[in-house]
Nanobody, 120 residues
Framework: QVQLVESGGGLVQAGDSLRLSCAASASGYAMAWFRQAPGKEREFVAAISWRGGSANYGDSVDGRFTISRDVSKNQVYLNMNILKPEDPAVYYC????????????????WGQGTQVTVSS
């Protein structure tokens, strides 16, 4: 069982940057970020391997977001730059085995989410 707690969400202006954090209660898992906007399906944002050597990004990121992790702290981060009006959503942290793909079914553990709001 892995518990995940996200933090760092908030209200920012378009063009600003924001950093999300996810604290995991255990180590040894690949981790990912997904997001879900009202009325839309959950969308893959990024994933990173257990040791941080491999990363995968969703198409919507456009090179603006970077996923990273601190293995010693069991933390994963999502640095979001040049936030756009289409980025607002609840951002979820997820953990799985070795999978770093885009399917939500590949991750067995989920956090409660953190809200990101972007004002234009």
């Amino acid at each position: 069982q892995v518990q995940l707690v996200e933090s760092g969400g908030g209200l920012v202006q378009a063009g600003d940057s924001l950093r999300l954090s996810c604290a995991a209660s255990a180590s040894g898992y690949a981790m990912a970020w997904f997001r879900q906007a009202p009325g839309k399906e959950r969308e893959f944002v990024a994933a990173i391997s257990w040791r941080g050597g491999s990363a995968n990004y969703g198409d919507s990121v456009d090179g603006r977001f970077t996923i990273s992790r601190d293995v010693s702290k069991n933390q994963v981060y999502l640095n979001m730059n040049i936030l756009k009006p289409e980025d607002p959503a609840v951002y979820y942290c997820a953990a799985g085995g070795a999978y770093i793909g885009s399917a939500s079914s590949g991750y067995g553990y989920w956090g409660q989410g953190t809200q990101v709001t972007v004002s234009s």
